[in-house]
């Protein structure tokens, strides 16, 4: 039987119920814990009522995987320490999708989602499949265009998946999952958790690698 949050039904399929055990093994972690997993959740749920609000239709099992595997990145299941943690994520989830059949535009939708989900502006002018996910992280995790959600949604939500100490404990798990990959937040956002937690951190510098690059001029 499939399950409703807010008036968002959780499709009842054999791809979805995969994804959720995927996401629910990568979560228990002693480090992560089940915040990641709730985090995913709460993702798909408030990326598709911005969806609805906005008048935009997506498929809900491709929105299910972006949102359950946006993070796989960051755990010691799926991460690794040569590239982007967004990166693992997108990957470890376009081979998913191709092993459950789904075709490789989907497949690619989805780990473009999943890559860009921090990258703000671009994920919204492409697929419906992309930008759901980068409107459930803008909600969750930056608390971005709450009012499109109504108060009541918001609440059926959180019953659902709780986020007790969650800007902690999110800021927690981006560090664990990007601490031995430092080279990999250059040019992005993630260099600002570096920094908030390892006052040794030293940032990339634009500006820097342009004007002592090894061309002349």
Same mark, same amino acid.
């Not at 939500?157 to 927690?172: C, E, G, M, N, S």
């Given at each position: 039987?499939?399950?409703?949050?807010?008036?968002?039904?959780?499709?009842?399929?054999?791809?979805?119920?995969?994804?959720?055990?995927?996401?629910?093994?990568?979560?228990?972690?002693?480090?992560?814990?089940?915040?990641?997993?709730?985090?995913?959740?709460?993702?798909?749920?408030?990326?598709?009522?911005?969806?609805?609000?906005?008048?935009?239709?997506? &498929? =809900?099992?491709?929105?299910?995987?972006?949102?359950?595997?946006?993070?796989?990145? $960051?755990? =010691?299941?799926?991460?690794?320490?040569?590239?982007?943690?967004?990166?693992?994520?997108?990957?470890?989830?376009?081979?998913?999708?191709?092993?459950h059949g789904r075709g490789e535009a989907e497949a690619r939708d989805v780990w473009l989602?999943?890559?860009?989900?921090?990258?703000?502006?671009? =994920?919204?002018?492409?697929?419906?499949?992309?930008?759901?996910?980068?409107?459930?992280?803008?909600?969750?995790? $930056?608390?971005?265009?709450?009012?499109?959600?109504?108060?009541?949604?918001?609440?059926?939500?959180?019953?659902?998946? =709780?986020?007790?100490?969650?800007?902690?404990?999110?800021?927690?798990?981006?560090?664990?999952?990007?601490?031995?990959?430092? &080279?990999?937040?250059?040019?992005?956002?993630?260099?600002?958790?570096?920094?908030?937690?390892?006052?040794?951190?030293?940032?990339?510098?634009?500006?820097?690698?342009?004007?002592?690059?090894?061309?002349?001029?």
């Amino acid at each position: 039987m499939s399950e409703t949050i807010a008036g968002i039904e959780i499709p009842d399929t054999d791809l979805v119920r995969a994804a959720t055990e995927v996401t629910r093994e990568a979560a228990c972690d002693p480090v992560v814990g089940d915040t990641l997993f709730h985090h995913s959740r709460r993702v798909f749920l408030f990326g598709m009522l911005k969806s609805q609000a906005r008048g935009i239709d997506v &498929d =809900p099992e491709l929105a299910y995987v972006g949102g359950m595997f946006h993070d796989l990145g $960051l755990t =010691p299941a799926h991460r690794t320490t040569r590239q982007r943690f967004e990166v693992d994520g997108a990957d470890v989830a376009a081979g998913f999708l191709r092993d459950h059949g789904r075709g490789e535009a989907e497949a690619r939708d989805v780990w473009l989602a999943i890559a860009l989900h921090t990258t703000p502006e671009v =994920p919204l002018r492409l697929a419906p499949e992309t930008g759901v996910v980068t409107l459930g992280v803008e909600t969750d995790v $930056l608390g971005l265009d709450l009012d499109e959600i109504s108060e009541a949604d918001r609440k059926a939500v959180l019953l659902a998946h =709780p986020r007790p100490d969650f800007k902690r404990q999110i800021l927690h798990a981006f560090y664990e999952g990007m601490a031995d990959r430092p &080279d990999t937040t250059f040019g992005t956002m993630n260099d600002d958790v570096l920094a908030h937690f390892d006052p040794s951190f030293k940032r990339a510098n634009f500006v820097d690698i342009i004007q002592h690059n090894a061309w002349p001029e």
